[in-house]
């Protein structure tokens, strides 16, 4: 089945240091969402993104809609311990009900 | 203030053996997704139900049913289960047309042996 290709698979940093990830697709997508799961929990939205070009900021992160609709990136500015996470990005398309496609992930880990 | 709640928490079954995942949401969500979780992997998803009473595959449905009698609840349920099925369960729901009201579940554990 299809999903998108999100990188890096994992990140070790250090607290204070900014974090970037993507997502690309071969295919287009109306909507990208960013989400976070924690330990034992499901995922969290982050941030929405409903139109190509699109930046969006909440608080320290910041996503984009790639202008192609078949990518878009998420940056974290100066991390912290509460950070940790797995973070998502997700596809949709417009009249299929809901249904995402999700990126494997990509586990962040921070050292304060 | 419940949202999605999924019960059980963790299940352990022997290969062949059925049961049913519990799904419940209290938001008047129209829309409920199962979807399993696999490590290196992200959601995919098994079956949607667009409204109550209706009920469509998702991308992963093999060896999975389910059942949405009342809004509220969305049942997924495994017949004869194999170790392959050992995943991660979410469930989530959805109010009409809102991304930011996709709302997922804390997730079922299962582990077929």
């Known amino acids: 089945g299809q999903q998108l290709n999100q990188s890096p698979q994992s990140m070790f940093i250090q607290e204070g240091e900014d974090v970037s990830m993507n997502c690309t697709s071969s295919s287009i997508f109306n909507t990208w969402l960013w989400y976070k799961q924690e330990p034992g929990e499901g995922p969290v939205l982050l941030i929405a993104?409903?139109?190509?070009?699109e930046l969006t900021s909440n608080g320290r992160l910041t996503a984009q809609f790639g202008i192609t609709r078949k990518d878009s990136f998420l940056n974290i500015s100066a991390s912290i311990p509460s950070d940790v996470g797995i973070y998502f990005c997700?596809?949709?398309?417009?009249?299929?009900?809901?249904?995402?496609?999700f990126g494997q992930g990509t586990e962040l880990s921070v050292k304060p | 203030n419940a949202g999605v709640t999924q019960t059980p928490k963790f299940q352990v079954l022997k290969t062949g053996q059925s049961m049913t995942l519990q799904c419940a949401q209290d938001m008047n969500h129209n829309s409920m997704y199962w979807y399993r979780q696999d490590p290196g992997m992200g959601l995919r998803l098994i079956y949607y139900s667009a409204s109550e009473g209706t009920t469509d595959k998702g991308e992963v449905p093999d060896g999975y049913n389910v059942s949405r009698l009342k809004k509220q609840n969305f049942l997924l349920g495994l017949e004869s289960a194999a170790p392959s099925q050992t995943s991660v369960y979410f469930c989530a729901s959805r109010s009409g047309g809102r991304w930011d009201g996709y709302t997922f579940g804390s997730g079922t554990r299962l582990t077929v042996v």
């Open positions: 993104l409903y139109k190509a070009g």
């Open positions: 997700a596809g949709a398309r417009g009249g299929q009900g809901g249904k995402l496609i």
